[in-house]
């Protein structure tokens, strides 16, 4: 998505690019609007595109300033080749993982990645441990972002580029730290089997002592570094030993 006023290209525009085409301003390109040739479309350093929902870009496009998609969010297409500069930067918004609900560029020639990848969750949406989504296709990648939104990755499977959450082991809830919240969801859920979001942490299908020791090892963790308050680390080793008794009791009722 993204905001700006400048120059516009709305439907009735059309344009025939025999040279590259430098955008030095703001810029908003809208469904309907034309472009071909054999130039390129640039995005200049400092600049910012928007390509709203539903455009087509027949040339292709460079960028050295910023990509916005849609109108919060959208889909546009480049029908040849994307290539982002390291002074670039793509913005991208997420409003949950269903169609319509997060950018998404499709790219039909080759998507060099550089520069920076910005991240932005829309609305009241909050992310899950398995929530994905696909942000770029293509029909080639190369080269790879400098940097992205903290607590988000992005790994290429086939054609797609596959935006996910880079959180550390133990945050059950995806919130950026590892604390008693988190011990909360894997004691509610110890002994029986589930996901990430349930405490299954080393993804064996089990929620387990296992898992208590990865939030354990982890636990006070977040994206500063963090280290447990005395007291709340307390409250972890006694809701430990709580595990530990419950899960004796199970064995000794089993047997």
């Known amino acids: 998505g993204g905001k700006g006023m ?8 059309f344009r025939s690019l025999g040279a590259d085409l430098r955008l030095l301003g703001t810029a908003i390109i809208r469904a309907g609007a034309a472009f071909n040739g054999s130039g390129d479309l640039v995005v200049g350093g ?5 390509l709203r929902d539903g455009v087509v870009l027949g040339v292709d496009l460079v960028n050295n300033g910023q990509v916005n998609i849609g109108a919060s969010p959208g889909e546009a297409s480049v029908t040849g080749d994307f290539t982002q500069s390291a002074a670039g930067a793509l913005a991208i918004e997420l409003a949950g993982t269903g169609v319509g609900d997060f950018d998404v560029l499709d790219v039909s020639g ?3 990645l550089g520069g920076s990848l910005d991240v932005t969750k829309i609305g009241l949406y909050a992310p899950v441990w398995d929530d994905e989504w696909i942000i770029i296709t293509a029909g080639a990648f190369g080269g790879s ?10 790994n290429v499977v086939g054609t797609d580029l596959v935006l996910s959450l880079d959180l550390i082991p133990g ?13 909360g969801i ?13 405490g299954d942490f080393n993804d064996d ?26 007291a709340s680390a307390a409250m972890l080793l006694l809701g430990g030993v709580a595990i530990m008794r ?5 064995g000794l009722r089993a047997s």
């Open 246 to 250: 419950r899960r004796r009791r199970h």
């Open 46 to 50: 400092g600049a910012t595109l928007t």
């Open 186 to 198: 894997l004691k509610a859920n110890f002994g029986g089997s589930g996901s990430r979001s349930e």
């Open 6 to 13: 400048g120059l516009g290209f709305r439907r009735v525009a």
């Open 205 to 230: 299908g089990l929620i387990d002592l296992q898992d208590f020791g990865i939030l354990k090892s982890n636990f006070g963790a977040s994206g500063g570094g963090a280290v447990p308050e005395p």
């Open 171 to 183: 945050d059950a809830n995806a919130d950026g730290v590892v604390d008693l919240q988190d011990f």
């Open 145 to 154: 972002f400098a940097s992205v939104t903290g607590g988000f990755q992005v």
């Open 110 to 112: 080759t998507a060099g």
